[in-house]
């Protein structure tokens, strides 16, 4: 069986090159591992592909009519199998015919990924793909984002989607929210303290680096262009802990939504020890 792993995120917080460097770190281990774009553009596994978009299955969909597994799915960096839904109202549709397709065409269980994980950066495919890959059996969801306010708002509003989602039915299990382009300790403490606020927690962290735009030129992850760099060591400490998770089952506390009041006060708390901070009324270690 694979485990299916969902990856949420504010549009452009580093969520697509966050997980093509999990997914790298991964097959590097030994996993067989598929990553799935979900996002009208089609690039989530460039950087497995040498910097090229592999072409979409809602594009092959509307050329051809049907979907094959065998066209739409390309091997990308050390067998790592990319697949990008593209358009959302005809990857709804690919999805679906995805998953009948696994099945019934009698794909061996050693053929099958160990790890199917699911790139659905913005609001709009949470709503979209979270349903069909929850009823496959999702077996963790994590939310990406890196400091900025916006950012942590719209997270915010993911909890309230998965919240609402997981009324009528079982949730799926959330395993952490994971911070992404962090460059300082008051970034590194403001979503640590969101998540405090939120009920939950952080998992890993991943600095901010001119490496991570360096290798992207490349059409490389970090981990093919820098397999040797602090920055490749953070993906693996960050893609085991994803192993750890999902092979541990332990049911990890669904992140608790702030109100509209209760963000803003929050927020404000935040101005008043930046406000401190940057008048010298409190030095940087004491009012983080
Ligand atoms: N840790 C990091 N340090 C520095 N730059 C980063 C980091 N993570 C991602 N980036 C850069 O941020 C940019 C956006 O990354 P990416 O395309 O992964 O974001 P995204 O959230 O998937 O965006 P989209 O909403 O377009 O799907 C890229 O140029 C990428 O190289
Ligand atoms: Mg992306």
Redo the contacts with the bound molecule.
Sequence with gaps: MSDHILFY?K????????ISNISAALVETGFKVMQVGC?P?GDSTSILNGGISVPTLADHLRKHGRISIADTVHTGFKGVECLELGDSGNGEAALEQLFEQSELSGLGEAARPDYVLYDL??EHSLSAYHEPIRQRGAKLVYVVTNADFTSLSAVNRIYATLEHLGEARPAVPFGGLIP??ISNSFEESFVNDFAHHTKTQTLGQ????LM??QC?LYGKTVIEAAPLSTQAYYYRRLANQIVDQANSLKIKNQPRTLTADELRNWAREWADRLYAMENGLVSDGAAI
């Excluded at 549009?11 to 966050?18: A, D, E, I, Q, R």
């Excluded at 991943?206 to 680096?209: D, T």
Aim: avoid cysteine; aromatic fraction near 0%; charged fraction near 15%.
């Design positions: 995120g549009g452009g917080v580093g969520t697509s090159t966050l996002a553009q950066s913005g992404n382009g991943v600095p901010r680096s991570v735009r992207e």
